[in-house]
């Protein structure tokens, strides 16, 4: 390759090149039978687990291009945070990414850098970061530039913590398209007898265990619905719900519904109704109007969402 298609092919594809006669302090890798591995990676190729600069990191290797990013007749290269849980929250790590490819003619190494993003950044949001556009598979292929012969080549990586910093407070939202409702039915007897407040057998719905409160003799506060111990703190539940009593009297059957949508968080763990039926419905029970004294609570629980501060 001549200086000026040199220079065109760097600025063009944000790339830029030195050389090295030593090789990557970091990661190291030699392939074989690299045309097998373009074959069947269609979804690219990960590599062992490596530690540098007090992080553990994976390199993901895309021969055909990545294809997620309409990368076509180019080699992908990303750099993947491992072990992501030790990862402090709401931190960022900046890394210098420097990629290897062994030039076997020379005996010396190209040492590619994106150009335009020297310092990479990583987060809890973001845990891979790479160079879309590595090198054209044209020149990667062509055995008198030495990175491919005889269908082997090694690839390397060195990757350098520039700086850690505490980011800004971020706030991640997830919502489903496609959310299912669950319903839980709780049969309670001896009604009029009741003095207690009453919890129902708990149920789990969107990874999260919810229960029924009921307060026979009414409530105040109107908490109806909770069970803060499944709700993380600093995270919020987007849940729609509805809570049904359903009861016979005369031989007829009756009910009373409420339904809302509302965010659980830890600090408000619960939400009902105070005033969610009449206790004078249920008074008529000594007298015997009320059916076996008995009725059914009804809940109708969606989870829409979550919601995580870091």
């Known amino acids: 390759m001549d200086l000026f298609n040199f220079i065109t092919h760097s600025l063009n594809h944000g790339v830029s090149r030195s050389y090295s006669d030593s090789p990557p302090a970091h990661y ?4 074989k039978s690299f045309s097998v591995l373009k074959k069947h990676s269609a979804h690219g190729h990960q590599s062992t687990e490596f530690e540098a600069g007090g992080y553990k990191w994976k390199l993901a290797l895309y021969p055909n291009g990545n294809k997620k990013k309409n990368v076509e007749d180019f080699i992908s290269v990303y750099l993947e945070m491992d072990g992501v849980k030790l990862l402090q929250a709401g931190w960022e790590v900046y890394v210098d990414l420097r990629v290897f490819l062994l ?12 150009r335009n993003i020297k310092q990479k950044c990583f987060h809890g949001a973001m845990l891979d970061a790479g160079i879309d556009k590595l090198i054209s598979l044209k020149e990667f292929t062509d055995a008198s530039n030495g990175y491919l012969v005889n269908d082997d080549c090694v690839v390397g990586a060195e990757v350098f913590v520039c700086k850690e910093k505490r980011a800004a407070k971020a706030e991640f939202l997830s919502m489903s398209y496609y959310s299912f409702t669950y319903k839980h039915v709780w049969n309670v007897e001896n009604f009029s007898k009741l003095d207690a407040i009453l919890d129902s057998e708990p149920f789990t719905v969107g990874n999260k265990k919810w229960k029924i409160v009921l307060h026979p003799k009414g409530d105040s506060n109107g908490k109806a619905l909770a069970d803060p111990e499944t709700l993380p703190p600093r995270s919020k539940t987007c849940v729609e719900f509805s809570l049904r009593i359903v009861y016979r009297m005369n031989r007829k ?6 339904a809302t949508n509302q965010w659980f968080d830890a600090s408000s763990p619960s939400w009902g109704w105070s ?21 059914l609570v009804e ?9 995580q501060i870091v």
């Open 28 to 31: 190291i890798k030699k392939i």
């Open 103 to 114: 030039d076997q003619n020379k005996g010396s190494y190209l040492v590619l850098q994106d």
């Open 253 to 258: 059957t009756n009910h009373c519904q409420k």
């Open 275 to 295: 005033h969610f039926i009449a206790l004078d419905t249920f008074s008529k029970a000594g007298k015997g109007d009320f059916v076996k004294d008995t009725c």
């Open 299 to 307: 809940a109708e629980v969606t989870v829409h969402g979550n919601s």
